[in-house]
């Protein structure tokens, strides 16, 4: 069974920073991309940033310049730095992987259950 569990969410104002992390536990044979997604309310769920396990990282035109995405290939551990912060990043922020585990021989997306940020102004 994998798991991947977020956390770092909160409460910010307008301006300020958080930083989320993303652990997969359990299974794992190999991590392909992972990614943060983002769905605010009465809105479709988006992404925010996404990263191979090498190299390639996409963000969001929105979040250009504010976050950072990173992955701690050996802890199967990703991160989002998110800087001056603004009322509209304010949503529930759910962390996804590409994942095959010990026991299938392809790759499987999973999700986390969702941390909320709140950013007020």
């Known amino acids: 069974q994998v798991q991947l569990v977020e956390s770092g969410g909160g409460l910010v104002q307008a301006g300020g920073s958080l930083k989320l992390s993303c652990a997969a536990s359990?299974?794992?044979?190999?991590?392909?991309?992972m990614g943060w997604y983002r769905q605010a309310p009465g809105k479709q769920r988006e992404l925010v940033a996404s990263?191979?396990?090498?190299?390639?990282?996409n963000y969001a035109d929105s979040v250009k310049g504010r976050f950072t995405i990173s992955r701690d290939n050996a802890k199967n551990t990703m991160y989002l730095q998110m800087n001056n912060l603004k009322p509209e990043d304010t949503a529930i922020y759910y962390c996804?992987?590409?994942?095959?585990?010990?026991?299938?021989?392809?790759?499987?997306?999973?999700w986390g259950q969702g941390t909320h940020v709140t950013v007020s102004s």
């Open positions: 359990g299974s794992i044979f190999n991590i392909n991309t």
């Open positions: 996804y992987g590409s994942i095959r585990s010990a026991w299938n021989p392809g790759y499987s997306d999973y």
């Open positions: 990263k191979l396990i090498v190299g390639t990282t």
